[in-house]
């Protein structure tokens, strides 16, 4: 029970009054909650972790007193990691789904599947990077997966600020402590990136491996791409984009939308469909609309977040291309920036 109190105390302190636990199943304590919006929402707190159970992800906004997970880059105990906070109502967000994986290159349903860029992909990360390099990145976030953490590092080496992306490791106690730095001036130049598993792509079940060309002949076309672009359809034993949506916007908000909030500029590197389900939220699209929704490789998507809302900036420009970042039928502002 004092754990409980424990969390229903922290997580007023994150905005959020607690006006009742419903219930507390096996080890998770299902909280109301009302934020400070007065929206109601439902949290699942899983072994220290809180996520949100609502499927519209349309609701909880924190107040811009909330520092929880600003402070959490910040402390030594996540990797001695310094960001200095800054006063402002506006931040950048920058999106970027990976460049070219080999099993792009190869047309294979990827999913969970860990695989790294081919040269293609290194030469469109460096392209993502020359197109942000004049934003100021502050704290950058990766899924666990190879292919995204290659693209978030290989773009930054084209900033101009020239600071150094840190992976943060807070595995356990002990990579926590064999990887702090010890001078301020060098945690000046470097920029925090946290990895994290709930921004993978979504799972792909039985697919996964499977030639996305060959699936369509034996399942027909019709299904696979019901299963690629449906909101709510899971391939075989997979994710469906609702169950990814689930995990990737839970932790957006959650962990990535407080760094905004106190003025961070963010950099998300992630996939196709995770960051398909993140821009469902950011732009308040329609299950129909989602359906419709492709995102390129290697192509930066700007917002700014401003009073609480994202505004959708499209592509910083490169040298030598159209700002053309994604495409959908229905959204047809996605095209050209
Ligand atoms: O194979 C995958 O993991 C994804 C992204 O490459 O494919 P899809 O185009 O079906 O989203």
């Known amino acids: 029970m004092a754990a409980t109190a424990f969390h229903q105390a922290s997580l007023q302190s994150r905005g959020y009054f607690c006006d009742s636990r419903l219930s507390l199943e096996n080890g998770n304590a299902t909280f109301r909650l009302i934020s400070k919006g007065f929206k109601l929402d439902i949290a699942v707190l899983r072994r220290g972790n809180y996520c949100s159970r609502k499927r519209s992800f349309s609701v909880i906004k924190a107040s811009n007193s909330q520092t929880t997970v600003f402070d959490q880059v910040s402390s030594p105990s996540n990797g001695g990691m310094s960001v200095s906070r800054k006063k402002s109502n506006e931040a950048a967000l920058i ?48 899924s666990a997966l190879i292919r995204a953490q290659m693209t978030a590092m290989l773009a930054m080496t084209e900033h101009r600020r020239k600071k150094v992306p840190i992976i943060l490791h807070n595995e356990s106690e002990q990579a926590k402590a064999w990887s702090q730095i010890f001078s301020e001036d060098t945690h000046k130049q470097c920029i925090p990136v946290v990895t994290a598993w709930q921004l993978n792509e979504r799972m792909y079940g039985e697919l996964q491996g499977l030639n996305k060309q060959e699936t369509a002949d034996r399942y027909g076309k019709e299904q696979v791409h019901e299963w690629r672009r449906s909101y709510d359809t899971p391939p075989p034993n997979g994710e469906s984009l609702e169950m990814c949506a689930e995990r990737a916007v839970a932790y957006f908000m959650e ?34 609309e989602v359906i419709s929704l492709e995102l390129s490789t290697g192509i930066p998507m700007l917002y700014i977040f ?29 095209r050209v920036m």
């Open 255 to 288: 962990h990535i939308e407080p760094q905004l909030l106190c003025g961070k500029n963010v950099m998300i590197a992630a996939h196709g469909n995770s960051l398909r389900s993140i821009i469902m939220y950011l732009d308040k699209l329609t299950s129909q």
């Open 95 to 142: 999106l970027i789904r990976h460049g070219e994986s080999m099993w792009n290159e190869k047309n294979l349903f990827t999913g969970c599947v860990d695989v790294p860029l081919t040269k293609k992909g290194v030469e469109e990360a460096i392209e993502a990077g020359k197109r942000i390099s004049n934003i100021p990145v502050d704290v950058i976030y990766t």
């Open 306 to 334: 401003k009073d609480e809302r994202f505004i959708r900036r499209g592509s910083p420009v490169a040298p030598n291309e159209a700002g053309v970042y994604a495409y959908t039928k229905v959204c047809g502002v996605f």
